[in-house]
């Protein structure tokens, strides 16, 4: 069960529209390494975990991911509010605008649609919290990219900040895997799925 | 405070429990953590309080006896004004 609260994470002030950047930002939305591919990752992974501070940090951090898919939603929709046609056009913006207008879809930067394939629920506590230490990394590599093509210090802020989240999360990630890890023989931690098999 | 001043307040007191609880939920008996933890979430109950007496609900389940439903008359968080 969701609670919805009305308040960002962290604020997204942007003065500047610009559609062009918007349009990269765009991947952080339904790009392979966005915000709603994690949500639905951890969100997934969550069931079948056989600890229970795995299930909590994959709630968590799930829900917090749709708190940063709200974000970038925002700084998205702030870039490109109150478009000129000649703004539009200026910034290379048309593929979008003629099929979503200014409204939020999940794409990737390049306008694939966001798909399932980006993430994997593979229902192995240790594969799946090995996908999501790679996951936040990839994550930061992307906020990493965002974070060069742009000096507009309203955009620059809350992208720093996420960036900053990925790196806690992959560090929350890692401690949730060493406590897995210190349940399952040392001598061969691979004997068994801890999320499957009977023990 | 004003609006904006207390929204700030209460993102800065929900992000310290945000962290805590991510910390929490892999060291759940570390009592400086929890300790940390209740806290700031006296902090956040205050404030939260005095904001949504103020100023309207931050959740659909606040509710002080308004006579019009405030939820969708209060500007939605991507808003730039909500933001200033």
Redesign the interface.
């Known amino acids: 069960m969701w ?13 500047k529209p610009n559609p062009k950047l918007a349009m990269a930002i765009l991947s952080q939305i339904g790009g392979p390494d966005g915000e709603l591919g994690a949500s639905q990752r951890y969100l997934s992974q969550r069931y079948t975990m056989p600890d229970p ?1 795995a299930i ?2 994959l709630t ?2 799930g829900s ?1 991911e749709l708190g940063h898919l ?1 974000m970038v ?2 700084i998205v ?2 870039l490109t ?1 109150n478009l000129s046609p000649e703004q539009i056009k200026a910034a290379g913006f048309e593929p979008y605008y003629v099929d979503h207008t200014t409204g939020i879809y999940p794409s990737s930067a390049a306008g694939v649609p966001f798909s399932a394939k980006y993430f994997q629920s593979k229902g192995d506590a240790v594969t799946d919290l090995y996908e999501d230490m790679g996951a936040e990394q990839k994550a930061r590599t992307t906020y990493d990219n965002l974070i060069r093509l742009t000096d507009d210090p309203d955009v620059l802020d809350p992208l720093r900040f996420l960036r900053e989240r990925e790196i ?2 992959f560090q ?1 990630f890692g ?2 895997l060493s ?1 897995l890890m210190d349940t399952l023989d040392p001598r061969n931690p691979y004997a068994c799925n801890p999320s499957f098999d009977r023990q | 405070m004003n609006r904006s001043g207390l929204l700030r307040a209460i993102q800065i007191a929900d992000f310290a429990l945000v962290e805590a609880n991510l910390f929490l939920d892999s060291h759940p008996n570390d009592e400086n953590a929890l300790r940390y933890y209740g806290t700031y979430k006296a902090r956040l109950d205050a404030l939260t309080e005095d904001y949504v007496n103020r100023f309207g609900p931050l959740c659909a389940r606040q509710y002080a006896g308004w006579n019009s439903w405030k939820w969708v008359e209060t500007p939605f968080p991507w808003a730039p004004e909500a933001n200033a």
């Open positions: 609670i919805y609260e009305k308040k960002l994470q962290y604020p997204v002030h942007i003065r501070a909590g940090m968590d951090i917090e709200e939603s925002a929709y702030q509010r806690v999360h929350r401690e949730t406590r």
